[in-house]
T-cell receptor, first 112, second 113 residues
């Protein structure tokens, strides 16, 4: 079973920031938070990951609370092409096998 | 060049048939996976191979048999297809020495009639 909970769906206006929350209250000390997204009919795509510090890359920012029990993925200027299902996953990095356990994700709709 | 490719993209077949889906990667990574996404959109791991060796088998029926002829390929053979096998099957790849970021293929939509 997935170790994360996310809202089922969210809307965001084009050009605004999209803030996607994730709860992972049972996260272990050696588990990272990963975010993937799946645009309709495509394979999932890696976005970002973090352990305890906030992270930023060209796609998004990841804010992890100090107690690591929740996080927020931020798409700073959402576009229509960001409409997708966003998955928050916790897992150990460098894990042989390294399977991803997907939950239901958040369906983000970016609207004009 | 596509990092992870799958063939075919669509596969329609009758119940009871045997079919194969192929996956090829040009990333040079060690670990490959098969995931299944059902009609309710849940993505679930099926198999994982590392250097041609099976390391994860998530209680998948033995009608499903993955085969890895070399590090660049992981094929999925399905015997005696059933209606419930209809799904989108994704191949994914990850490498050691990274944070296990997984690269997914475009998927194969299998429809069993």
């Amino acid at each position: 079973d997935a170790k994360t909970t996310q809202p089922t769906s969210m809307d965001c206006a084009e050009g605004r920031a999209a803030n996607l929350p994730c709860n992972h209250s049972t996260i272990s000390g050696n588990e990272y938070v990963y975010w993937y997204r799946q645009i309709h009919s495509q394979g999932p795509q890696y976005i970002i990951h973090g352990l305890k510090n906030n992270e930023t890359n060209e796609m998004a920012s990841l804010i992890i609370t100090e107690d690591r029990k929740s996080s927020t993925l931020i798409l700073p200027h959402a576009t229509l092409r960001d409409t997708a299902v966003y998955y928050c996953i916790v897992r150990v990095a460098y894990n042989q096998g390294g399977k991803l356990i997907f939950g239901q994700g958040t369906e983000l709709s970016v609207k004009p | 060049d596509t990092a992870v490719s799958q063939t075919p993209k669509y596969l329609v077949t009758q119940m009871g048939n045997d079919k194969s889906i192929k996956c090829e990667q040009n990333l040079g990574h060690d670990t490959m996976y098969w995931y299944k996404q059902d009609s309710k959109k849940f993505l679930k791991i099926m198999f994982s191979y590392n250097n041609k060796e099976l390391i994860i088998n998530e209680t998948v029926p033995n009608r499903f048999s993955p085969k890895s002829p070399d590090k660049a390929h992981l094929n999925l053979h399905i015997n005696s297809l059933e209606l419930g096998d209809s799904a989108v099957y994704f191949c994914a790849v990850t490498g050691t020495g990274t944070y296990n970021e997984q690269f997914f293929g475009p998927g194969t939509r299998l429809t069993v009639l």
